[in-house]
């Protein structure tokens, strides 16, 4: 089976020259990936056409190559086979770790996800040792996830609205009735 082993979003450096996508194909028989795609979940997609993965080989994929810009955060990578069907996935909430790729730690056969942001291996095996940040995805494939999340900037945004539409109603209501302004500030 072919799987999504490791892919960088935020290198050191430049991210047009650093950043990368890794296969591993952990079968008996090399696989002809005519037809097959990876996807980011911004949309944008590369053709797998004219590359071929060894039996337990790697192949790393440069953004040099694919074109596609992978984020810093709140990301999702997709492979598809030559029928378009979504035959691995692998996703990360929050900021990607600066020089850490990625990468796989299992390779569960329950459909399960395990990777975590560690060292770059690029053509070769993960090192699950030097792993932190360990991730876990347990979901089917083909059922998307919306994971909805507000910034810290957004927020403070969105109280600083909020309590300015609340004084100007105050101040509204106040003006606009006499009462209300004689009940709270005694004038006549």
């Given at each position: 089976?072919?799987f999504i082993?490791?892919?960088l979003p935020n290198p050191?450096?430049a991210d047009?020259?650093?950043?990368?996508?890794?296969l591993?194909?952990n079968?008996?028989a090399?696989?002809n990936?005519?037809?097959?795609?990876?996807a980011?979940?911004n949309g944008?997609?590369?053709?797998?056409?004219?590359?071929?993965l060894?039996?337990g080989?790697y192949?790393?994929?440069p953004r040099?190559?694919?074109?596609l810009?992978l984020?810093?955060?709140?990301?999702?990578?997709?492979?598809y086979?030559?029928?378009g069907?979504?035959v691995d996935?692998s996703?990360?909430?929050?900021?990607?770790?600066?020089?850490q790729s990625f990468?796989?730690v299992?390779?569960?056969?329950?459909?399960?996800?395990?990777f975590?942001?560690?060292d770059?291996?690029p053509?070769?095996a993960n090192?699950?040792?030097?792993?932190?940040?360990?991730a876990?995805?347990n979901?089917?494939f083909n059922?998307?996830v919306n994971?909805t999340?507000?910034?810290?900037?957004?927020?403070a945004s969105?109280?600083?609205?909020?309590a300015a539409l609340m004084?100007?109603?105050?101040?509204?209501?106040f003006k606009?009735?006499?009462?209300?302004?004689q009940?709270?500030?005694?004038?006549?």
């Amino acid at each position: 089976m072919i799987f999504i082993n490791e892919w960088l979003p935020n290198p050191a450096g430049a991210d047009a020259k650093g950043e990368f996508v890794e296969l591993f194909n952990n079968g008996g028989a090399p696989v002809n990936l005519n037809g097959w795609k990876i996807a980011t979940a911004n949309g944008k997609q590369f053709s797998l056409s004219g590359h071929q993965l060894a039996a337990g080989g790697y192949l790393v994929l440069p953004r040099s190559e694919t074109k596609l810009t992978l984020k810093n955060s709140d990301d999702t990578l997709s492979l598809y086979n030559m029928n378009g069907v979504l035959v691995d996935q692998s996703s990360f909430s929050g900021g990607a770790a600066g020089g850490q790729s990625f990468n796989r730690v299992n390779y569960g056969t329950d459909g399960s996800q395990h990777f975590a942001f560690g060292d770059p291996t690029p053509g070769a095996a993960n090192d699950p040792v030097l792993q932190i940040h360990i991730a876990s995805e347990n979901h089917p494939f083909n059922i998307p996830v919306n994971r909805t999340s507000i910034s810290g900037v957004q927020f403070a945004s969105l109280l600083v609205g909020t309590a300015a539409l609340m004084a100007g109603l105050i101040m509204y209501a106040f003006k606009e009735n006499e009462n209300l302004s004689q009940l709270f500030f005694e004038r006549n």
